[in-house]
């Protein structure tokens, strides 16, 4: 499977936006997805996940309440809805995909296959 992420840009601080991963190939709805970031000079963080079923959603403690991930397995595509954005969000955003990770590897990104090339999300303050 193929990932496009698109969505990021420039938005004050409080603001929101909607990042989108859209997904090549077949079975979308077969796979595990999530949203991870990375800031400059930190290492890769896992942000928010949903399982194939899309009844199962993890967030990171640092984006619960403010983020909200979902999908659209017609569309191929996994959402991050971004809202009361802080200036310590700014990172670029990497969607993943996976078809056999389990629920308690969700996080770790080493566990996905397949990954888009990333979004610039900046949050001024």
């Known amino acids: 499977v193929q990932l496009q992420a698109c969505g990021g840009g420039l938005v004050q601080a409080g603001g929101s936006l909607r990042l989108s991963c859209a997904a090549s190939g077949r079975a979308f709805s077969t796979y595990s997805m999530a949203w991870f970031r990375q800031a400059p000079g930190k290492e890769r963080e896992f942000v928010a996940a949903?399982?194939?079923?899309?009844?199962?959603?993890y967030y990171a403690d640092s984006v619960k309440g403010r983020f909200t991930i979902s999908r659209d397995n017609a569309k191929k595509t996994v959402y991050l809805q971004m809202n009361f954005l802080k200036p310590e969000d700014t990172a670029v955003y990497y969607c993943?995909?996976?078809?056999?990770?389990?629920?308690?590897?969700?996080?770790?990104?080493?566990?996905?296959?397949?990954w888009g090339q990333g979004t610039q999300v900046t949050v001024s303050s």
């Open positions: 993943a995909a996976d078809r056999n990770i389990i629920t308690s590897s969700l996080a770790m990104s080493d566990q996905y296959d397949y």
């Open positions: 949903i399982k194939w079923g899309g009844s199962s959603i």
